[in-house]
C-alpha cells in the first residue's frame, strides 16, 4: 500500500525567508559550548574514516557553492518521493516534506520546501509504502503518475537495487555537484564502489544525524551502586581522561548487575543488568574500539583486511556479551526504561524520547579499544539513514538533479541550523556534559562497509560468532576471504552488464 503523506505547494516564500533568518540567528546565538580539551580532536593515526559533520554545522558554508539552476520555472512539475512508512520502521521521518504542525524539524523542512517550490514553481509530494523495496521495483518501469523521481530508503537497501539499474550513478548526472558542501563528504568516501555512486545524503536528510549511535547510561543506577567512590572520578571525567575503554566498561557493567528479588536467578526485570545490547551491537562496537571489517583498494573495492588486534577485540566483545551480566534482544526496548538497567545502546532519535518521559539518562560515546586508542569513533545505523537517489525511470535526470541541489542547498541555511540547535541546544539534552558528550559522538562519526554494501556475509557471520558464543573468531573471519572475493566480482559483473 502506498500512501501520499505530504504534498507541499509554495505560497509564503518571504514571509518563510524572514522566520529563516531569524531562526538562524537565534541557532548561531545558542550552539552548545565547545569540548573541554582537544583529546578527542579527529588525527589522521586512527584506522577509519571520520564521518562529517557538514549536514549539521552551519558555521562551514559557501554562498558560492550555490547551485546553477536547471530552469527558473519548473512548470509546476510534482517532485515525487518514495519513502519508508512510519508503520514499517521507527526511523522513518519526516525530512522530505515536514509538516506546520509538527516538531520544529518538520515545520523547517516544511517551509524549506515552500520557498524553494515557490520561487522556482515546483512542489514536493511524499508517497510512503510498507514494503518500499517491492513498490520501488514495480513501479520502477511505469511511467507518468506511477514513477517515481527519488526513492529515499535505508541505505542498505540501495546497493542491491543499484546493480539491478534502477537508479542513476551520480557521476553520470552532470548537473550533479557532489563535490559540494551540502552532500556528506564522507558518506560519499564510503558508498563509493568500483567509482561508481549511487546514493548519497547530506543536509537535505537529517535521519543519518538521528540515527548515530551511542552509549545511554542511568545516572541513579551509578549513584546507586556508588561506582563514584569505586572510581574516584565521573564518567564524564574518565571520558574526557581516556580511561572508557572495553576494560572500564566490563568493570561497571559487572559491578552494575545484582540479583535484587534474591532469587538466586537472573532472568527477570526485578534484578539489575548491567549491559542491555542487540546483536548488531557488535558491529557498531567494533567500530568504536578503530576498527574495519573491509577496507577499500587504490581501484575503491573493497578488501577483507582483518589484523591481530581486531581479532582480539572481537574477541574482547563476545566475551562481553556473553558473560552473564548482560542481557539481548527483547529485552532491548524495555529493561533500560523500567529503570534497572545501567547501559544501552540507542540511536539519538531516541533521546528525545527519553527527556519527554522524563527518565534519568546520560550520553557517552562508544568505549575504546585501549587507552592508546587516540579518539572515539562512533556509528552511524545505515538501516535509520534515509538517502538520496535519482531512478533511471525519470525522463529527465538533470532536471530532478537540480531539484535536489535547490533543496539541498536551501536546507544547509535553514534545516540544517535547526538541526543543530536540536541536537545540541538543549531540546534533547539538558545537561551542559551530556550536550558535550554528543558533540565528541557526532566529530568522529563513521560509516562500516560491510553493514552498508552487504558483502560476503560478514555482519552476519559476526551475529553468528557472537549467537555461539563462539571461538576461533580468526579462521571464521579468514574463512570469509572467499567470499567477499566472490561478492565482490558479482557486483563488478553486475555493473558492467548495466554499462
Known amino acids: 500500500m502506498i500512501e501520499k503523506k505530504n504534498r507541499t505547494r509554495s505560497r509564503i516564500r518571504f514571509v518563510c525567508l524572514a522566520l529563516a533568518v531569524l531562526l538562524l540567528a537565534g541557532v548561531l546565538a545558542s550552539c552548545a559550548q565547545e569540548n573541554k580539551n582537544n583529546k578527542n580532536k579527529p588525527t589522521q593515526s586512527d584506522q577509519l574514516t571520520t564521518g562529517s559533520s557538514n549536514s549539521i554545522d552551519p558555521s562551514v558554508f559557501d554562498p558560492e557553492s550555490a547551485p546553477t539552476p536547471y530552469m527558473e520555472d519548473f512548470g509546476g512539475y510534482e517532485f515525487r518521493v518514495l519513502s519508508r512508512s512510519v508503520q514499517s520502521t521507527y526511523w522513518a521521518g519526516n525530512d522530505i516534506c515536514g509538516d506546520m504542525t509538527g516538531s520544529v524539524l518538520d515545520k523547517e523542512v516544511f517551509n524549506r520546501n515552500e520557498m524553494v517550490g515557490s520561487q522556482y514553481n515546483f512542489f514536493v509530494s511524499e508517497y510512503q509504502a510498507d514494503d518500499w523495496v517491492s513498490t520501488a521495483r514495480n513501479t520502477a518501469a511505469s511511467s507518468g503518475e506511477e514513477s517515481f523521481d527519488m526513492w529515499s530508503f535505508k541505505m542498505n537497501d540501495m546497493p542491491g537495487l543499484a546493480q539491478e539499474g534502477y537508479v542513476w550513478d551520480l557521476v553520470n548526472v552532470p548537473y550533479m555537484r557532489l563535490d559540494a558542501a551540502y552532500y556528506d563528504q564522507s558518506l560519499r568516501e564510503m558508498a563509493s564502489f568500483a567509482k561508481h555512486e549511487f546514493f548519497l545524503t547530506g543536509d537535505l536528510l537529517y535521519m543519518d544525524e538521528l540515527s548515530t549511535e551511542c552509549i545511554v547510561f542511568n545516572p541513579d543506577i551509578w549513584d546507586h551502586f556508588g561506582l563514584e567512590n569505586i572510581y574516584h572520578k565521573s564518567l564524564y571525567d ?29 532472568e527477570t526485570y526485578d534484578d539489575y543488568w548491567g549491559f542491555c545490547w542487540e546483536n548488531s551491537n557488535l558491529l557498531s562496537l567494533n567500530i568504536g574500539m578503530g576498527n574495519a571489517l573491509l577496507t577499500k583498494d587504490e581501484d575503491d573495492i573493497f578488501v577483507l583486511r582483518v589484523d591481530e588486534k581486531q581479532i582480539d577485540d572481537l574477541e574482547k566483545l563476545i566475551g562481553l556479551f556473553n558473560a552473564g551480566y548482560s542481557v539481548g534482544r527483547d529485552w532491548t526496548e524495555d529493561v533500560f526504561d523500567m529503570g534497572n538497567q545501567f547501559i544501552t545502546i540507542r540511536g ?110 560478514l555482519y552476519s557471520t559476526m551475529i553468528t560468532l557472537n549467537d555461539s558464543a563462539a571461538t576461533g573468531i580468526k579462521g571464521t573471519i579468514d574463512s570469509c576471504k572467499g567470499a567477499v572475493e566472490a561478492s565482490v566480482a558479482r557486483k563488478l559483473e553486475r555493473l558492467e552488464n548495466l554499462a
Open 238 to 266: 574518565i571520558v574526557d581522561d581516556g580511561e572508557w575503554t572495553i576494560e572500564m566498561f566490563r568493570s561497571m557493567v559487572k559491578e552494575t548487575t545484582f540479583d535484587d528479588d534474591g532469587d538466586d536467578v537472573m
Open 348 to 457: 539519538v532519535k531516541y533521546l528525545a524520547d527519553y527527556t519527554a518521559a522524563d527518565l534519568s539518562f546520560g550520553v557517552l560515546p562508544f568505549f575504546k579499544s585501549n587507552t592508546e586508542q587516540e579518539r572515539y569513533r562512533s556509528f552511524i545505523n545505515t538501516y535509520g539513514s534515509n538517502c538520496i537517489t535519482i531512478c533511471t525511470s525519470v525522463e529527465d535526470e538533470n532536471k530532478v538533479a537540480s531539484i535536489i541541489e535547490l533543496l539541498s542547498y536551501q536546507s544547509r541555511q535553514t534545516v540544517s541550523p535547526a538541526l543543530h540547535n536540536y541536537l545540541f541546544g538543549g531540546r534533547i539534552l539538558q545537561h551542559m556534559e551530556d550536550v558535550r558528550m554528543l558533540e565528541t559522538i557526532f566529530n568522529n562519526r563513521v560509516y562500516e562497509l560491510c553493514y552498508l554494501w552487504s558483502t560476503g556475509a
